[in-house]
Nanobody, 128 residues
Framework: QLRLVESGGGLVQAGASLRISCTAS?????????MGWFRQAPGKEREFVAG????????NYSVSTEGRFTISRDNSENTMYLQMDSLKPEDTAVYYC????????????????????WGQGTQVTVSS
């Protein structure tokens, strides 16, 4: 069973940077999974933040995060990252990582419902 654990969340001021991580365990085929970051603010639906293909060849970002956030992964360490720069108060949310088994297909998965595995989330709070 694939297990995902996020880390690195916290409280920062607007304009600051933060990097969160997601480490996978329980498998040895991390490079057959497309990965994604989602977030959920209080009273709002969970939304797509960024996604990365299994080989890291392709990435995709939401309109609100493109240019400020960078998604990456290290398949040798079974870990995915989200570098968040120029943070805004509206970025405040619980951030979740997710994995979707894609086999040999090397694309980015954007649809929340296509992800079968989820972490427990890490809180990111940006103060104004």
């Amino acid at each position: 069973q694939l297990r995902l654990v996020e880390s690195g969340g916290g409280l920062v001021q607007a304009g600051a940077s933060l990097r969160i991580s997601c480490t996978a365990s329980g498998l040895i085929t991390f490079n057959t999974y497309a990965m994604g970051w989602f977030r959920q603010a209080p009273g709002k639906e969970r939304e797509f933040v960024a996604g990365i293909s299994r080989s890291a060849a392709r990435t995709n970002y939401s309109v609100s995060t493109e240019g400020r956030f960078t998604i990456s992964r290290d398949n040798s360490e079974n870990t995915m990252y989200l570098q968040m720069d120029s943070l805004k108060p509206e970025d405040t949310a619980v951030y979740y990582c997710a994995a979707a088994r894609t086999g040999i297909w090397n694309g980015v998965v954007v649809n929340l419902n296509a992800y079968a595995y989820w972490g427990q989330g890490t809180q990111v709070t940006v103060s104004s």
